[in-house]
């Protein structure tokens, strides 16, 4: 959950992880704040895909480092 009046000032970008990071980031990006600027000359057109990661279905709360 993520408090979207609260963002501390930044201009913050959430975008998908697909195997197009400039579509991802250029065309379908959310932003919380106003727009920033993306240097989309740095971003593939075409990546391979990455393995997923394992879903975590115990999550935990706690500090870092506690224990």
Do not use: F
């Amino acid at each position: 959950m993520i408090d979207w009046n609260r963002h501390g000032g930044l201009n913050v970008l959430i975008h998908a992880n697909t195997t197009n990071p400039k579509r991802d980031r250029l065309v379908d990006p959310i932003w919380i704040g106003p727009a920033g600027g993306v240097n989309g000359e740095v971003l593939g057109e075409d990546d391979e895909a990455e393995e997923a990661l394992e879903v975590n279905t115990q999550p935990t709360l706690g500090r870092r480092g506690a224990g």
